[in-house]
């Protein structure tokens, strides 16, 4: 059993435009879902990321605001699962509701680091 991470990008920007029942219809599809992977034990941790941030390069030497990519390639969240391979860690992620809004998801493995 691996951990791996779900990377959540892009989406539809518009459909934070639609009226608040619907916005709460999907975000109840992701507790719904998020809720499934709790119960068979598969969630580790995931949360929504804030749409601002800084970006640090050159050992803080450079500090910008960011994300700067494209709306389509920023991570608006991350999920970590457990599965016993990558196949099923994306098996697992086609459940994921950022697809009704065409979003997508990056699937990682997490690698343990001996320090």
């Known amino acids: 059993m691996s951990n791996f991470l779900y990377l959540f990008r892009g989406g539809d920007p518009e459909w934070r435009n639609q009226p608040p029942e619907v916005v709460q219809a999907h975000m109840q599809k992701w507790g719904v879902w998020m809720g499934g992977l709790k119960e068979q034990g598969k969630l580790v941790d995931g949360l929504p990321l804030a749409e601002t941030g800084k970006v640090v390069e050159k050992a803080g030497?450079?500090?910008?605001?960011?994300?700067?990519?494209?709306?389509?390639?920023?991570?608006?969240?991350?999920?970590?699962?457990?599965?016993?391979?990558?196949?099923?860690?994306?098996?697992?992620?086609?459940?994921?509701?950022?697809?009704?809004?065409?979003?997508?998801?990056?699937?990682?493995?997490?690698?343990?680091?001996?320090?």
């Open 61 to 115: 030497e450079v500090i910008t605001d960011g994300p700067f990519a494209e709306g389509a390639e920023v991570v608006g969240g991350y999920l970590i699962v457990t599965a016993d391979s990558l196949d099923e860690a994306v098996e697992i992620s086609k459940g994921c509701p950022i697809f009704e809004n065409k979003g997508n998801v990056e699937v990682r493995e997490i690698l343990s680091m001996d320090m």
